[in-house]
């Protein structure tokens, strides 16, 4: 066990939970406190409000002189996520644009406000990109259909092993990404026929969350 490493992320989790954040929770999941499981839930009046998203946090010896390792379980139908469920925020890309001040606070908290502000200037998911600008309420019932219940509490049913869940989730989303598929098929084309800006790939640095813009985002 990283002594060090321990006793900062106790910290971060006790100022976590003295917090309170509306629609996020989070919890070690191994005794030395480097695995995580979290879920977060959309902004209060955004389209994504009510849909949650589980994730997973893993840190390193290295921490907190490196971004950990975050990963949505869920993975969303996001213009900054490409179907990979790493999302695409800056300081967790790039050591270079990481701070030391950065706690589990700072990430769930950008991971929220990325949800429920996509940045649509450099897009990693080109199809949920040109879906949100094209027709925002085509958008939205998709949301709706894919994710409005896709939290299930933990208790229900019996656990499986991980094996057998990760191969769970994995068939999970591929028959999301099939459903993506028929839906914009069967979306009228009529209706998404407008003259748009063109989107352009972004990099994995695609979306950046200044630490001072969280609070204000965030309500």
Same mark, same amino acid.
Request: glycine content about 4%; hydrophobic content about 35%; proline content about 7%.
């Given at each position: 066990m990283n002594r060090r490493v321990?006793?900062?992320?106790?910290?971060?989790?006790?100022?976590?939970?003295?917090?309170?954040?509306?629609g996020i929770t989070a919890f070690?999941?191994? &005794?030395?406190?480097?695995?995580?499981?979290?879920?977060?839930?959309?902004?209060q009046d955004s389209m994504w409000q009510g849909l949650v998203f589980e994730l997973t946090i893993d840190f390193t010896p290295e921490y907190n002189f490196?971004?950990?390792?975050?990963?949505?379980?869920?993975?969303?139908?996001?213009?900054?996520?490409?179907?990979?469920?790493?999302p695409c925020i800056d300081f967790l890309d790039n050591p270079e644009k990481w701070n030391t001040s950065y706690t589990l606070s700072s990430i769930l908290l950008?991971?929220?406000?990325?949800l429920s502000n996509p940045g649509l200037e450099q897009p990693v998911n080109l199809e949920a990109a040109q879906m949100l600008i094209?027709? &925002?309420?085509?958008?939205?019932?998709?949301?709706?259909?894919?994710?409005?219940k896709s939290c299930k509490s933990k208790d229900d049913g019996q656990e499986l092993p991980k094996d057998s869940q990760k191969l769970i989730r994995q068939g999970e989303t591929r028959t999301k990404r099939a459903f993506?598929?028929?839906?914009?098929?069967?979306?009228?084309?009529?209706?998404?026929t407008?003259?748009?800006?063109?989107?352009?790939?972004?990099?994995?640095?695609?979306?950046?969350?200044?630490?001072?813009?969280w609070q204000e985002l965030g309500t």
């Open positions: 321990f006793l900062l992320l106790e910290k971060h989790f006790q100022e976590f939970r003295e917090n309170n954040y509306a070690p999941t191994s &005794e030395d406190m480097m695995e995580w499981e979290a879920e977060i839930e959309g902004l490196v971004p950990p390792v975050v990963k949505f379980r869920t993975i969303p139908f996001h213009p900054n996520d490409p179907y990979t469920g790493q950008t991971l929220q406000v990325m094209e027709d &925002e309420s085509i958008y939205r019932t998709l949301l709706q259909r894919l994710f409005h993506i598929h028929w839906f914009i098929s069967q979306t009228s084309t009529t209706a998404r407008r003259t748009r800006p063109s989107l352009k790939p972004g990099a994995q640095n695609s979306i950046w969350v200044s630490h001072n813009g």
